[in-house]
């Protein structure tokens, strides 16, 4: 996670919000590590969260609750990419790779 959210431009970098849960007790050497600030949703206010809870729906109809998650960063990441490639409504019918890459394109665009 620090990798990966250390290489985005700064203007992506403004911010996570993560759920309660236990997994997240590290969450302050990844603030420091990738300069990433993190917040808290309120507990059980999922509505605070949207994406987060849409993408673990997507998530479980390849990784089903109480499924220990492999090992294979290959099959993670095959997972990943499959879901990136869905077109999504909230996003008018594009699909989250359409519409990052649009971003940093725009963004290099608008500051060149």
């Known amino acids: 996670l620090i990798e990966t959210m250390s290489g985005l431009p700064d203007f ?11 997994e ?3 969450h302050a050497s990844v603030t420091v590590a990738a300069n990433l600030p993190i917040y808290f ?14 993408t673990n729906r997507l998530i ?3 990784l089903p609750k109480g499924t220990d998650i ?7 990441d095959a997972i990943a990419r499959e879901i990136n490639e869905r077109p999504r409504a909230t996003l008018d019918f594009y699909t989250p790779r ?11 665009a608008s500051t060149s």
């Open 12 to 22: 992506m970098r403004q911010g996570l919000t993560w759920d309660q849960g236990t």
């Open 24 to 26: 997240m007790a590290g």
């Open 41 to 54: 949703a309120h507990p059980h206010s999922p509505w605070e969260r949207p994406t987060n809870e849409n």
């Open 60 to 62: 479980r109809e390849y």
């Open 70 to 76: 492999t090992s294979s960063q290959a099959y993670l």
């Open 98 to 108: 359409e519409k990052f890459e649009a971003l940093l394109r725009d963004n290099v």
